[in-house]
């Protein structure tokens, strides 16, 4: 949509030259059954205008009243990211002309937010771990949302009008604001991506919010701004708006330190504004211009009392808090003697939930890894799905590994198996009893193959004879080929090296 | 002496979108003046031990139960609405909004 391109410098030469300086603020939205202000309920995806009611629509007489339930979801909020909780604390109104507030302003806490001076420590890819400080974490409500109608793109340029669905507008929403994130250097993408994950992931441990990006349930705005590696004054900073999927945190960071760096080079000052990202040509585009002197004119909102907290009530709220995400991998790493690689794979695939529950089933760490980092994730990958969404359950894989440990079933006929369970044929024994699959243990038919390999591979053969015990790999290979994979691998093994005089 | 001047006023003006002319600007500061310095009293008999009062009535956590309440239906929601499509209100396309 933009004819013109900025200019970037290549991501290394920026960090030979210049510091990144980060700082993000990330919307949570809550996931009470009410709004923040009104008991319209909070739910994605209805009749437009329908959770609405006369406080959401600003109409004149109304009076807000605060969702309790709210209060104690930001306390929660708070307390995971070790902030300090305000005794006292205000709402305040935050005036501005838009048709997404039909109130003319904005529901939040200016002075005093609820929790303030905290911090959360970011663990990177690689295990190192980057402490980020929280300057506050604040109460306010959710827009309505607007649709541009009459444009080409379905942007605002060009728009003629606009639709405005008010059912999200008093949506609870928490603000988390970082303090200016300094020393990351060229891990500033990652960070930003990890940053915003750890977040996602601790309001989600926390039930308070259904954290699903992709509805925008978390939404972050990401500050970069640069300056000289000597210097030490930060230079002159942009926010990127609505930057909505973890991939678009990092690479948003990445091009506006990109851009910076080129800007900077060219001798002209950087623009203090908003610029908004457009994942299709993974660049940004400018905004409008914001000084820090925004001028909302904040003010106490007189239609709401004071939130008083006391120690007993946080205390309360302070023991219903679940473990902590990253200290319960580092239990559960512990607990299943997983090398770094190993749980590192396992999170990343999303299944470290699904081992824990499979375990808790009654099998070892070390199946219960192989079943889901193996087979499962193969599925999953195929079928474009989750791990955990392809049905499998930890009971079954119980079954299926009762059924390989007593010898009645192999690794290679346990996939048939799972295959006949998921297409609703029975249990896993039923399953065998109905496929034919059970592994071959009568020795009759296994010596016969394994006379039909050995003449086959005869160079083979001599080998094993002269005491070259590892190339029985490829005898036992043919037999299994042979026994349409229906054969024990390691009973073959057996017959193979008796069968040619071999001590194994 | 007044605290607020001609230019406050068309500052506050162009926040709140509201178009004023000349004379309403002359007009408005100088009622405005009357008025903040009216309200200036209050700092006489409030001293520096006094905080800023925004709710003088001593209240506070009135919290309401996170229970689903009655709502508007669409066409009751879209009755005040100057226009109207899709069930949602229509609008001007308005730039340079957040």
Redesign the interface.
Known sequence: MTAVTDEVLSFDEAMEKYDPVLGFEVHVELN???KMF????NAFGD????????VD?G?PGVLP???????ESAIKIGLALNCKIAE?C?FARK??????TPKNFQTSQFEDPIAYDGHIDIELADGTVFRVEIERAHMEED?GKL??M??STGR??G????????NRAGVPLIEIVTKPIEGAGSRAPELAKAYVAAIREIVKNLGVSDARMERGNVRCDANVSLRPHDRETFGTRTETKNVNSLRSVEHAVRYEIQRHAAVLDSGTPIIQETRHWHEDTRSTTSG?PKSDAD?Y?Y??E?D?????TNDAWIEKLRAELPEPPAERRKRLQADWGYSDAEFRDVVNAGVMSSIEDTIAAGVSAAVARKWWMGEISRRAKLADVEPAELGVTPELIVELNALIESGKINDKLSRDVLDGVLAGEGTPAEVVEKRGLAVVSDDGPLLEAIDGALAAQPDVADKIRGGKIQAVGAIVGGVMKATRGQADAGRVRELILQRLGVEG | MAEINRDDVAHLARLAHIDMNDDELDRMAEELAVIVDAIKTVSEVAGDDVPATSHPIPLSNVFRDDVVGETLSNEEALLGAPDNADGRFKVPAILDGE
Do not use: C, M, W
Not at chain 1, 38 to 41: L, M, N, Q, T
Not at chain 1, 47 to 54: D, E, H, R
Not at chain 1, 304 to 308: D, F, G, K, R
């Open positions: 009470t059954k009410t009104s008991s319209a309920p009749v437009p205008n329908t959770n609405v009611t006369p629509l109409l009243v605060v969702n309790g339930v709210a209060v006292k205000y005036n501005y002309f838009y048709p997404d827009a649709t541009h009459g444009g605002i340029q728009a003629e009008f606009s639709l405005v669905d008010y409008r001028d004119r003010f106490p007189p709401l009392v004071p939130v008083v």
